[in-house]
């Protein structure tokens, strides 16, 4: 892998988590339109709340991470993608913004009524927004954003049959993500009416996901051919293969309960639609656009790469922790109760553990600068971590009855 690929591999890592992640976030929303009503409807949508609840914020770390990312390594591409795609990329951002209102307006309801008023609302937007960031993928992914401010036209660059097919994909795949993830949380909080509520709706979606998705190869043949072969007999055949059996795996499991694998059958199928389709488009960015020709100068790949990874030696342990709460149930209220551990101790620990973290994010950072990068402000910023990192990692060199000691005279004041 060449130095101008690794920043594109972290966009697409990037989308994939947000696309599995992000999408079960939307789906759950979706989920709520449809409820009905009525005491079991209302379950539903509580239920579909709550469990987006610890983690709606977090999963849109993904977007913010692929966008930066993106528009830092290939400028060019960025421009173009965002002022020919402005119009399905705005509707995105509105749906996001409406989202994010709609959840916290809930909580002020003061009446059934509001509640179910904020609650379509909510799930309105939950739909649109990830038609309309499968619509933009569309525009992209037929060759219809060409290089250049707004060179591409505004419409028919996402309102074409390959946008809409995939926009329709994006938000039953969404659907089908959450419905497979509520089921599992149902069962773990031993609601067993909530879980066949959400097996049925799983399967359900599930199906319509599939032929949802041969519908699009069809449609796809028709209106861009070029990354039909690419999917069918190029290099996304492979990822292609592996999106088919693991949607006909989950579906399996989910129809024999056992929801733990099933969660990451899911997520493998949405996210190996998203590796065949780089793998498809490669080397191509856009229309005469390669990735190589699209990178931005080398110290700033350089900065990228150590940045990313710096970033990701302290945030992805948070997230890791996070969803590894959500997954146990470990935000349930009789079991914070019971093993909370004292609030100096936990603060102890959370210092420890961030300082480990900041002192290696450090170390990677000094080490990329001082090596990689060529100008001068690349050493002394590489130079200033490795001085940094010295100074947090000094007193995990010293022997442990000296930090015992360090500790107890401390905790003594």
Same mark, same amino acid.
Do not use: C
């Given at each position: 892998m060449h130095l101008y690929e690794i920043p594109l591999f972290f966009v697409l890592a990037g989308l994939a988590l947000?696309?599995?992640?992000?999408?079960?976030? =939307? +789906?759950?929303?979706?989920?709520? !339109?449809?409820?009905?009503?009525?005491?079991? *409807?209302?379950?539903?949508?509580?239920?579909?709340?709550?469990?987006?609840?610890?983690?709606?914020?977090?999963?849109?770390?993904?977007?913010?991470?692929?966008?930066?990312?993106?528009?830092?390594a290939y400028p060019v591409? =960025? +421009?173009?993608?965002?002022?020919? !795609?402005?119009?399905?990329?705005?509707?995105? *951002?509105?749906g996001i913004i409406l989202r994010g209102t709609t959840y916290a307006l809930r909580i002020a309801a003061t009446s059934a009524r509001e509640v179910r008023r904020i609650d379509t609302a909510f799930a309105f937007s939950s739909i649109l927004t990830p038609f309309a960031l499968g619509a933009a993928v569309g525009g992209i992914a037929s060759q219809r954003v060409p290089v250049g401010n707004a060179a591409g036209d505004l419409l028919t660059s996402w309102a074409n049959p390959t946008s809409v097919s995939i926009g329709v994909l994006a938000a039953v795949a969404?659907?089908?993500?959450?419905?497979?993830?509520l089921a599992a949380d149902a069962v773990r909080l031993g609601e067993l009416e909530l879980e066949a509520a959400f097996r049925a709706r799983a399967l359900a979606a599930g199906v319509v996901a599939g032929a949802v998705a041969i519908a699009a190869l069809f449609v796809v043949r028709s209106d861009a051919h070029q990354l039909f072969h690419g999917l069918v007999a190029g290099r996304g055949l492979a990822a292609l293969i592996v999106s088919i059996a693991a949607g006909s795996a989950t579906l399996a499991l989910v129809w024999r309960r056992r929801y733990e694998p099933a969660r990451y059958g899911a997520a493998v199928a949405v996210a190996a639609v998203i590796a065949g389709w780089a793998l498809a488009q490669s080397p191509l960015l856009l229309p005469g656009l390669t990735v190589k020709a699209a990178a931005a100068p080398r110290e700033t790949l350089v900065a990228i790469v150590v940045a990313v990874?710096?970033?990701?030696v302290v945030l992805l342990p948070s997230l890791g922790w996070l969803f590894k709460l959500v997954l146990s149930g470990g935000f349930d209220q009789g079991e914070m109760q019971q093993t909370r551990p004292p609030a100096r101790d936990l603060l102890r620990t959370t210092t420890h553990g961030l300082a480990a973290r900041v002192a290696i994010a450090l170390l990677i950072v000094g080490f990329g600068?001082?090596?990689i990068a060529d100008s001068p402000w690349a050493h002394a910023v590489g130079v200033t971590?490795?001085?940094?990192?010295?100074?947090?990692?000094?007193?995990?060199?010293?022997?442990?009855?000296?930090?015992?000691?360090?500790?107890?005279?401390g905790s003594a004041r």
């Amino acid at each position: 892998m060449h130095l101008y690929e690794i920043p594109l591999f972290f966009v697409l890592a990037g989308l994939a988590l947000y696309t599995v992640l992000g999408g079960a976030d =939307f +789906g759950a929303g979706s989920w709520q !339109l449809g409820a009905g009503r009525g005491p079991h *409807a209302d379950r539903i949508r509580d239920h579909a709340h709550h469990a987006m609840a610890p983690v709606w914020e977090a999963n849109h770390v993904w977007l913010i991470f692929v966008l930066t990312v993106f528009w830092t390594a290939y400028p060019v591409a =960025f +421009g173009s993608i965002m002022s020919t !795609l402005a119009i399905p990329l705005f509707v995105a *951002a509105l749906g996001i913004i409406l989202r994010g209102t709609t959840y916290a307006l809930r909580i002020a309801a003061t009446s059934a009524r509001e509640v179910r008023r904020i609650d379509t609302a909510f799930a309105f937007s939950s739909i649109l927004t990830p038609f309309a960031l499968g619509a933009a993928v569309g525009g992209i992914a037929s060759q219809r954003v060409p290089v250049g401010n707004a060179a591409g036209d505004l419409l028919t660059s996402w309102a074409n049959p390959t946008s809409v097919s995939i926009g329709v994909l994006a938000a039953v795949a969404a659907a089908y993500l959450a419905a497979v993830f509520l089921a599992a949380d149902a069962v773990r909080l031993g609601e067993l009416e909530l879980e066949a509520a959400f097996r049925a709706r799983a399967l359900a979606a599930g199906v319509v996901a599939g032929a949802v998705a041969i519908a699009a190869l069809f449609v796809v043949r028709s209106d861009a051919h070029q990354l039909f072969h690419g999917l069918v007999a190029g290099r996304g055949l492979a990822a292609l293969i592996v999106s088919i059996a693991a949607g006909s795996a989950t579906l399996a499991l989910v129809w024999r309960r056992r929801y733990e694998p099933a969660r990451y059958g899911a997520a493998v199928a949405v996210a190996a639609v998203i590796a065949g389709w780089a793998l498809a488009q490669s080397p191509l960015l856009l229309p005469g656009l390669t990735v190589k020709a699209a990178a931005a100068p080398r110290e700033t790949l350089v900065a990228i790469v150590v940045a990313v990874v710096a970033g990701a030696v302290v945030l992805l342990p948070s997230l890791g922790w996070l969803f590894k709460l959500v997954l146990s149930g470990g935000f349930d209220q009789g079991e914070m109760q019971q093993t909370r551990p004292p609030a100096r101790d936990l603060l102890r620990t959370t210092t420890h553990g961030l300082a480990a973290r900041v002192a290696i994010a450090l170390l990677i950072v000094g080490f990329g600068l001082t090596t990689i990068a060529d100008s001068p402000w690349a050493h002394a910023v590489g130079v200033t971590s490795l001085l940094l990192f010295v100074a947090l990692a000094f007193p995990w060199a010293l022997p442990p009855e000296v930090r015992s000691d360090r500790a107890g005279s401390g905790s003594a004041r």
